[in-house]
């Protein structure tokens, strides 16, 4: 029952480690360890953007093309400038609700990091204008809120946190509040409601965008962890070292958490859009090759939400946009990995299953439609399945997302690519992601469907007989 | 029982202190009498709809939503095995298996003893580490049938019992607010434009 495995190697220039330096640092969670270790100083940020007009400081984000890493990939800088104009108070809102299957880093950044994370948030506010933020942690991560409620209390002692903070103009207050288990809180507006103390049910938008209007009806920025916990150490670099590392489009880092079958599954930070699936699962800093020398069936690159790739898609590189194009999407930086000897039903359906249980009810498509994908899944599996039942699936699912829904290419078998995002009849993604698993499995593996739904010796013997066909 | 203890009352009235609005203390102060009683009971829940202004149905809205508060008392002890993709890909179905024959129960139910609350739960962020498992929200990672019993022993003997509060208590540290540092929470129609912006959007000056 070991601790997480990460990257234990020292931040290079090849390799920077602009989130996740201090995160084999003993006491890197507490005041003195972020300051005398990592790769900056730590609160040194802070001061430098002190120096600086708000205006300017979020320039400069807006420079780095600092890209949200909560899912959807949008530039942090461009969505502060959103708030709407002369509109006080304003709100940030960490999202640290993470939940996404395949999903491990937010948490591995508040309870390694949780200064970087609070000295990042500072500065968004410091930026937008803030009266408040709000540090909105998963409930089920207790070792987190731990950790952020320490960092938290000696910060505000230390006089970064609260009123006058340095001896400038600015104040601010930071609060710890927890969630209490319900994906659908990951969604921006969602976490609004349950932070107002409502059922976490996401709102319509537009009209209601978090910036324009958001946490009691006022200008709201709900940024990701791993977004804000990159702002200490871009402000103490600047913006050329940023863009330094990654591509253009891309720049910067992302932190992946490698899971599945690969022989060393960690939570590694990888320059984005230079390295690849491959280097990913293959390099010994990283996976270390298929766990037992074995063949990849397929992988996920972005979470349990993300179109499923396949081996033809190994040296596509982590860039959103070419993910994206190529009909999957990085996400919440979850890579699965699957080897040949994954039963993809099963597999699809164990992703299908939890969308149904975290459906929150709001729109019909997505309540009954996740509900009997996953129903159809079940008895596909128990050996009742029909030979209708693949068309009855994808209808359920064309229901939720209607049209073609993104697709990883299959030049054997004629498949072109189908880009991401999906369309959707719902007001939130939850529902269109439960077809992902659905269409990427039925797409290269319907044989397998086939085979569970003709076969008949694989219907379960029970003590009492063979169950009914 | 089921009312907060005088001590707990006025962490709640402090928690509900923090936010510009009352209600949106809600969650936390559920967890706060989830603590206490190990459950959340409908008297609990009458006592924070006083206190942040709702009605108990608004309250039990709420918490109904979200699967942490538990309406009826469980096992000193929830054990929640993960089974989503990464866990069910390194043997995290066998192991919520191994889990109810050992545990002589199926997931979602509480052991006679009333020590045992054994849930087949969603991804809990521990995807390297797969199969995980949590006891009251406290991680063990790379779970193997061996190790689940002797974590199971563990548990009955008491040996854990120092890092595994009982069912409720999240956080054993929590944020403390003195009144002298904290800038200004106030409701949302009470605030002003910040300071650092003297002149609103439209024209920023330096900061000090």
């Not at chain 1, 953007?49 to 400069?60: F, I, K, Q, R, Y």
């Not at chain 1, 290419?409 to 009849?425: C, D, K, Y």
């Amino acid at each position: 029952m070991s601790d997480t495995a990460v990257d234990t190697q020292e931040s290079t220039q090849e390799v920077p480690k602009v989130v996740s330096s201090r995160f084999d640092v003993d006491d890197g969670h507490t005041l003195h360890g972020y300051t005398q270790s990592g790769s900056f100083e730590g609160y040194a940020a802070l001061r430098r953007a002190l120096t600086m007009t708000p205006g300017a400081v979020s320039e400069l984000v807006k420079d780095a093309t600092l890209l949200g890493r909560g899912g959807a990939g949008f530039p942090a800088g461009v969505k502060w400038g959103f708030c709407a104009p002369d509109v006080w108070p304003r709100y940030v809102v960490a999202n640290g609700d993470e939940s996404e299957p395949g999903t491990y880093k937010d948490r591995l950044l508040m309870e390694r990091d949780p200064h970087q994370l609070i000295e990042g948030s500072l500065i968004a506010a410091y930026a937008i204008g803030a009266a408040q933020v709000f540090l909105y942690v998963r409930g089920e991560m207790p070792h987190a809120q731990e950790r952020i409620a320490a960092a938290l209390n000696e910060a505000y002692e230390a006089n970064f946190i609260g009123k006058n903070i340095l001896g400038t103009d600015f104040s601010v207050d930071i609060v710890l509040t927890f969630g209490a288990g319900a994906y659908i809180v990951g969604e921006e507006t969602a976490l609004i409601e349950s932070l107002e103390g409502n059922r976490g049910m996401p709102r319509l938008k537009p009209p209601f965008f978090p910036a324009a209007k958001g946490l009691y009806m006022m200008p709201t920025i709900v940024n990701n962890i791993e977004t804000l916990s990159n702002l200490p150490w871009l402000l103490s670099h600047g913006v050329r070292e940023y863009r330094s590392i990654g591509t253009e489009a891309s720049p910067g880092t992302r932190l992946i958490a490698l899971s599945g079958d690969v022989e060393r599954p960690g939570v590694y930070e990888v320059p984005q859009g230079t390295t690849t699936f491959r280097e990913l699962f293959e390099s010994e800093r990283y996976g270390g090759g298929i766990r037992g020398g074995r063949e990849l069936k397929m992988f996920i690159p972005g979470g349990a939400s993300a179109p499923w790739f396949f081996p033809e898609q190994v040296d596509l590189p982590l860039e959103g946009r070419v993910v994206g194009a190529e009909g999957s999407m990085l996400g919440s930086g979850a890579v699965v990995v699957m080897d040949d000897t994954t039963d993809a039903v099963r597999a699809c359906w164990r992703l299908v299953r939890f969308f149904a249980r975290e459906s929150c009810g709001k729109c019909t498509p997505c309540r009954e439609g996740t509900v009997w994908e996953e129903r159809i899944l079940r008895r596909i599996l128990d050996g009742q399945g029909r030979p209708s039942d693949l068309d009855l699936l994808l209808d359920v699912a064309d229901n939720i997302s209607p049209g073609p829904y993104p697709l990883a290419a299959h030049p054997e078998a004629g498949l072109e690519a189908v880009p991401f995002p999906p369309r959707q009849t719902t007001i939130c993604p939850l529902g269109p992601s439960s077809v992902a698993p659905i269409t990427s499995a039925i797409s290269r593996f319907r044989h397998e469907f086939e085979g569970k739904i003709n076969r008949k010796d694989s219907i379960p013997v029970t003590s009492a007989g063979v169950t009914s066909v | 029982m089921a009312r907060l203890t005088p001590d707990n009352l006025l962490l709640a009235r402090k928690i509900i202190a923090r936010f510009p609005e009352p209600r949106s203390a809600t969650i936390m102060l559920c967890h706060l009498a989830q603590e206490q009683d190990g459950y959340l009971s409908p008297e609990a829940m009458e006592q924070v709809a006083e206190l942040i202004g709702a009605t108990s149905a608004e309250v039990l809205g709420t918490a109904s939503f979200y699967e942490m508060f538990k309406m009826h008392p469980v096992g000193k002890y929830c054990v929640n095995v993960c089974t989503n993709i990464s866990c069910q890909l390194l043997g995290g179905e066998e192991l919520l298996e191994h889990a109810e024959e050992v545990m002589g129960i199926r997931s979602g139910s509480t052991t006679a003893d009333g020590m045992f609350t054994l849930e087949d739960v969603e991804c809990v962020a521990a995807c390297t580490e797969a199969p995980a498992v949590q006891v009251n929200y406290r991680y063990f990672n790379r779970v193997s049938p061996d190790d689940f019993d002797e974590l199971l022993e563990d548990l009955r003997s008491g040996e854990l019992s120092r890092t595994i509060p009982s069912h409720g208590t999240l956080g054993n540290v929590r944020q403390d607010l003195h009144g002298d540092r904290v800038a200004n929470i106030t409701s949302p129609s009470q605030q002003v434009e910040p300071a650092w912006f003297p002149n609103g959007d439209s024209d920023e000056g330096p900061a000090k």
